[in-house]
């Protein structure tokens, strides 16, 4: 099964706070280790089929200057990555999860929501039938009575799950083995 990466899948884990603590956990000897485990972990992943992406996930990992960048930047420029390509309902999806944030969302977090790429990736995922892998937290946003609206960021999972799209942690699908575990 395939599984189309967030951005922040990408980034995160190459964070430094990021490397030191799997460091701890995985028992390495270094962050650098860390980094070349996740590198190998990645291109594994990538070049079998188990992880995919999109031209807007290396657009916006490239737009930083660091580890995750230049590794994205060469499994891109060699090809290493199934890239998914839109399609005509991609954008009706799309169209249908940015009616549904600006219909039930503060203005100021459809805002931010419109400004990234997470409903590209929510849409992209139900448009081929397959899970997305996100960093994002999976909790349940809160309706503000006031407000008559939800308030709070607008995160990846609760949309993928209102749009009936597979969301899984990234921890899901990373093994400390240097596998893609499976979340069946």
């Known amino acids: 099964m395939a599984y189309l ?12 706070p990021s490397l030191h603590t799997l460091r701890l956990v995985m028992g ?3 962050t650098d280790a860390v980094a070349d485990w996740l590198k190998q972990w990645f291109l594994t992943a990538f070049t079998n089929g188990h992880l995919v992406g999109s031209r807007e996930l290396i657009s916006e990992v490239q737009k930083r200057k660091d ?3 230049q590794f994205a930047r060469t499994l891109a420029d060699n090809e290493l990555i199934r890239l998914l390509d839109p399609l ?9 999860i940015e009616k549904f944030v600006r219909a039930h969302f503060r203005q100021h977090q459809v805002d931010e929501f419109s400004r990234g790429y997470d409903g590209w990736y929510i849409a992209l995922a139900k448009t081929y039938g397959i899970p997305l892998v996100t960093f994002e ?4 946003p809160q309706f503000h009575q006031g407000l008559g609206k939800i308030d709070g960021k607008v995160r990846i999972p609760f949309i993928a799950w209102v749009f009936e799209v597979k969301c899984v942690s990234f921890y899901q699908v990373l093994s400390r083995h240097g596998t893609l575990e499976s979340t069946a």
Not at 5 to 16: E, K, L
Not at 88 to 96: D, G, I, V
Request: aromatic fraction near 12%; charge should be negative.
């Open 5 to 16: 990466v967030d951005a922040n899948v990408m980034i995160t884990p190459f964070a430094t």
């Open 67 to 69: 580890i995750a960048s």
């Open 28 to 30: 390495h000897s270094s």
């Open 88 to 96: 005509p309902e991609t954008f009706n999806y799309l169209a249908q």
């Open 137 to 140: 937290g999976f909790s349940l």
